[in-house]
């Protein structure tokens, strides 16, 4: 994989996350193609199965009679590209903090380096702005301080989020795995009613 862009998903145009291979030999992230599959539930497509977003390939997953949400797990994972995306990423964010270290420059004054942050007007300023405009401020950091703090931020924030979606999907399995038990009693009932009315009418 020669680039970041080898690397996209076509949907949500960012580094792959879970990566799953279709049968027409695209790749999606898993939720991405979560999202496809339920979105296209509105559309025309033979009951069991969804187009590629890409190609419009009719795809039958492994297990259609699960509910649609849970369709694009069932695909393989493509473990070197997520391998190979997750280097992506750690270039990614070495060349960001490379950039916050030495290329930011002051608002204010252009001519210099943009050495702090404030936190309060979320701003890369240099020192004099530092010590002057933003002395009233709460939060001044370095630069190198505020990537780190902001990478951990939108880290944390993602772990909650997946966190969340984990939570949801495990309720959406317990919704599945009830749809089932209550469909399975319905005929079990239907079968005995129609048993006891043939031995009623014989």
Do not use: Y
């Not at 990566?19 to 559309?43: D, M």
């Not at 009951?47 to 797990?73: E, Q, Y």
């Not at 204010?108 to 401020?137: L, M, Y």
């Amino acid at each position: 994989m020669e680039s970041e862009e080898d690397g996209t998903c076509p949907i949500c145009q960012d580094l792959f996350r879970d990566p799953k291979s279709v049968p027409c030999a695209h790749t999606f992230c898993r939720r991405c193609l979560t999202g496809h599959i339920l979105a296209s539930q509105k559309r025309s497509h033979p009951s069991g199965s969804f187009s590629c977003p890409l190609c419009n390939h009719v795809i039958t997953p492994p297990d259609p009679h699960t509910h649609r949400f849970f369709w694009a797990r069932q695909f393989p994972t493509d473990d070197k590209l997520e391998d190979a995306v997750a280097k992506m990423a750690d270039a990614r964010a070495a060349r960001e903090e490379g950039a916050g270290r030495g290329g930011a420059r002051c608002q204010s004054h252009p001519d210099k380096a943009a050495e702090t942050w404030c936190t309060d007007h979320d701003v890369a300023v240099c020192w004099e702005c530092a010590i002057t405009t933003h002395k009233p401020c709460s939060g001044i950091l370095k630069i190198p301080q505020a990537a780190s703090q902001r990478k951990q931020e939108v880290n944390d924030m993602r772990t909650r989020l997946d966190a969340l979606r984990d939570s949801f999907e495990r309720e959406l399995e317990k919704l599945d795995a009830s749809e089932t038990h209550m469909a399975t009693e319905r005929m079990k009932t239907q079968n005995d009613i129609e048993e006891r009315t043939s031995c009623a009418l014989g």
